[in-house]
């Protein structure tokens, strides 16, 4: 039999294969492996929430606000009391360069109040991932979390110390930098360097007297000085005793003063009412004398009768010199109290 050659025509060349190596199969089935798995491992992770999504229960959406981000990305957890509640879907930086948005849903079964908090804690010290943790509100709400509630949250870290202990170390930085821009050690250093001038001169002072005291006469000029002054404080003293004896003297002399004033004027009121009634009474008397001395003058001659009876003059001649004694007694009192400088007011 006689075989085609490549001149003639129809010639077909047949290809032999040659059998693939152990070696080199098991390195393509590698390589397709691997890439297999790493196309499964990123559509989990674009599609693996839509997925599972129909079969998860209901959500609420809700976006924290918040000024860092430090350790959160999508699939961040958000617990409550310790309860994985939710999850970040979205971190995005706001327009203003300064805000942080992230984008969460909330079990809606969960039924959490309105008004909460919320803080960023790292979840330990050796990996950077942090969780999103509410703060339930001071004082109960009877409102429920809103879909598209903004909920305010505060970056805290590890947060190894308690809050109080971090509050007070702020304080601390802030009274060290007030202390620091206030210049208080330098103005402390200066007041230090003008007290020690002062002492120096008050040193100085001290020395100067100490040489005045050393001198002999001037000791002997000083302890004489020191007893003239003593001397003199005693006589001082005496003198300020006796005039502290004159003056409750002279204090009781006027209150003795007082009271004779007193009980002269209380006498004297008397003694002008006394004198006021006599001489009404007089008054009386020498008007009831005129009319008889008138009837006297132009009544008959019963009425000279009457005056001629000697009992009735008797009693006018009675009358008559009582009345001189007492304007005697009244003139004599008048000129006594008028030697003795008392006036004297007749009501």
Do not use: C
């Not at 409550?80 to 995005?92: D, I, S, W, Y």
């Not at 007041?191 to 120096?200: D, K, N, S």
């Not at 000083?222 to 300020?240: G, M, P, W």
């Not at 004896?245 to 004033?261: F, L, Q």
């Amino acid at each position: 039999m006689q075989l085609a050659s490549p001149s003639d025509a129809g010639y077909i060349p047949r290809v032999r294969i040659l059998p693939m190596s152990t070696y080199r199969r098991n390195v393509l089935v590698g390589i397709v492996m691997l890439s297999a798995l790493g196309m499964l491992g990123w559509m989990i992770l674009r599609f693996g929430g839509k997925i599972a999504q129909p079969f998860a229960p209901a959500m609420t959406k809700v976006r924290f606000l918040a000024d860092r981000a430090d350790g959160v990305s999508d699939g961040s957890g958000v617990y409550f009391l310790g309860v994985n509640v939710g999850r970040v879907v979205t971190v995005t930086l706001g327009d203003n360069l300064e805000d942080i948005w992230f984008d969460a849903e909330i079990e809606a079964s969960r039924a959490l109040p309105a008004g909460m908090t919320a803080r960023i804690r790292q979840a330990s010290l050796l990996g950077s991932g942090s969780r999103i943790e509410l703060i339930a509100p001071a004082t109960s709400q009877p409102a429920r979390l809103k879909a598209g509630e903004i909920i305010k949250t505060e970056f805290v870290g590890l947060e190894f110390f308690p809050k109080e202990i971090k509050e007070l170390s702020i304080e601390v930085a802030a009274a060290a930098k007030q202390f620091r821009e206030a210049n208080v050690v330098g103005n402390l250093n200066k007041r230090l360097a003008e007290v020690g001038e002062v002492l120096g001169e008050t040193r100085k002072t001290l020395e100067s007297a100490n040489k005045i005291v050393a001198d002999d006469k001037v000791r002997a000029d000083i302890l004489t000085a020191i007893e003239n002054i003593k001397t003199s404080s005693e006589n001082v003293r005496s003198v300020t005793e006796r005039a502290d004896k004159i003056a409750g003297a002279m204090e009781r002399a006027v209150g003795n003063v007082e009271k004779t004033s007193e009980t002269a004027h209380i006498e004297l009121t008397e003694v002008a009412k006394i004198t006021k009634t006599r001489l009404e009474e007089v008054s009386k008397v020498v008007q009831q004398a005129n009319e008889i001395a008138a009837k006297i003058n132009t009544g008959p001659g019963t009425a000279s009768q009457l005056v001629n009876d000697p009992k009735l003059y008797q009693g006018l001649v009675d009358t008559t010199t009582e009345l001189n004694l007492t304007i005697k007694d009244l003139k004599r009192l008048i000129q006594q109290w008028e030697q003795e400088g008392v006036s004297l007011k007749l009501q």
